[in-house]
């Protein structure tokens, strides 16, 4: 069964879906910007595509994650070397710093997700995407608990600690998909409440995989938000704190928290810059400055 769409007519609308969704506390949530991204596609898969065969794939695969471990390691904060001890939570580390990866991307905030679907693409509508990650985790409890061979051909590929067991893990780890949390949180998984889903299958996009496994109807869910409320959305979100300079907590961060700042009229806090230029201003007619909105 495909995903179930929902609509809301109204901001409030939007955060009572989200809120209702948020309170039942076993969903987990990713934001796209174009909702019409109809796909979760990893982006491994959106740079491998269907050019090469399965095997050619995750040689390639693994001769990424080896190249990250080899050139990374010394690079690495020495809080981030743990990272290094399981080849699962070296892919996490990729994706964190842009490698293309199978993994993709999830939050357990409703609102850090919403922050991604609206913070730009003001042309076209959003979308979140939810799934109900307790049923996913227990179906694969029940896979787990009967021995079955399949599922332990999957933990072999998520608990592999070389390049070569995960490559020769990879090849038979089926069409599970599950979630996972870091092993060790940088600041920005922590800030922003992070987990990942993997599929066993390289290619085997993650919406198709959690429709397999998830058929009812509210299992699987996309929220879909107009582009009239994306502005009045980030302006909320902003009072909220939910934005870059929380959620990217770097000095890229402070760029991107600027730069949405100036770019949406939010307030930067500083107001008595204004009436300092408002007073030179008077002091100097010549010099106009016109006090920005706050």
């Given amino acids: 069964m495909a995903w179930t769409e929902l609509y809301p007519r109204s901001l409030d609308d939007v955060y009572s879906v989200l809120n209702r969704i948020s309170d039942a506390q076993v969903y987990v949530f990713r934001g796209h910007a174009s909702a019409a991204w109809k796909r979760l596609a990893p982006s491994l898969h959106r740079v491998l595509g269907n050019k090469r065969s399965p095997g050619e794939q995750i040689r390639l695969e693994a ?140 290619g085997d996009d993650h919406n198709d995989a959690l429709e397999r496994w998830l058929p009812e109807k509210w299992q699987t869910v996309r929220v879909i938000i107009s582009k009239a409320h994306k502005l009045p959305l980030r302006q909320q979100l902003f009072r909220m704190n939910v934005g870059a300079l929380n959620l990217f907590p770097s000095i890229d961060g402070v760029g991107r928290y600027i730069s949405e700042a100036v770019q949406s009229d939010f307030p930067l806090g500083d107001e008595g810059l204004g009436w300092n230029l408002e007073a030179r201003a008077r002091r100097h007619p010549r010099a106009r400055v016109t006090r920005g909105s706050s």
């Fill in 63 to 202: 001769a990424a994650i080896r190249a990250f471990r080899r050139h990374a390691r010394s690079l690495l904060h020495v809080s981030e070397l743990d990272y290094f001890n399981r080849i699962l939570d070296s892919i996490t580390l990729m994706q964190h710093y842009g490698a293309p990866t199978r993994l993709l991307d999830w939050t357990l905030s409703p609102w850090v997700a919403c922050y991604f679907a609206v913070r730009d693409h003001d042309d076209d509508d959003a979308a979140i995407w939810a799934f109900n990650r307790d049923e996913l985790e227990s179906a694969n409890h029940q896979h787990r608990r009967a021995h079955s061979r399949a599922f332990g051909r999957f933990t072999d590929l998520v608990s592999a600690a070389s390049v070569e067991d995960w490559a020769w893990s990879a090849v038979r780890a089926g069409t599970y998909i599950s979630t996972f949390r870091y092993e060790y949180a940088n600041p920005q998984m922590g800030a922003q409440q992070s987990l990942f889903t993997i599929s066993g299958t390289l």
